[in-house]
């Protein structure tokens, strides 16, 4: 069973930057699908980035593409969610998630996911 905790979140300003972290144990990473998600208050969880099986094969949400970076360290078993520019609208919490079994088709779909870590607040202020 693998776990997942996520750290970083804070309160920042309109254009400020944030480094989320996702620490795993009980599965590497080299070659497994990790996502991040969000969920924002009333709103339903959305997809944000991930990588699909390596860390070569990246894909973002529309809203977040040239402003959030998903990054890897295998060694240390962490994925990071680099964020800039960051906007009042990005305010959630923030989720890493991993399935090692989900088809590229179903990866922005957070029902796929069978194991989610805590979450971290992320608050933008305008």
């Known amino acids: 069973q693998v776990q997942l905790v996520e750290s970083g979140g804070g309160l920042v300003q309109t254009g400020g930057s944030l480094r989320l972290s996702c620490a795993a144990s009980?599965?590497?990473?080299?070659?497994?699908?990790i996502s991040w998600f969000r969920q924002a208050p009333g709103k339903e969880r959305e997809f944000v980035a991930a990588?699909?099986?390596?860390?070569?094969?990246?894909y973002y949400a529309d809203s977040v593409k040239g402003r959030f970076t998903i990054s890897a360290d295998n060694a240390k078993n962490m994925v990071y969610l680099q964020m800039n520019s960051l906007k009042p609208e990005d305010t959630a919490v923030y989720y890493c998630a991993t399935n090692p079994r989900i088809i590229q088709s179903q990866l922005r779909n957070p029902q796929q996911y069978n194991d989610w870590g805590q979450g971290t607040q992320v608050t933008v202020s305008s």
């Open positions: 009980g599965r590497t990473f080299s070659r497994t699908t």
């Open positions: 990588f699909f099986r390596s860390a070569s094969n990246t």
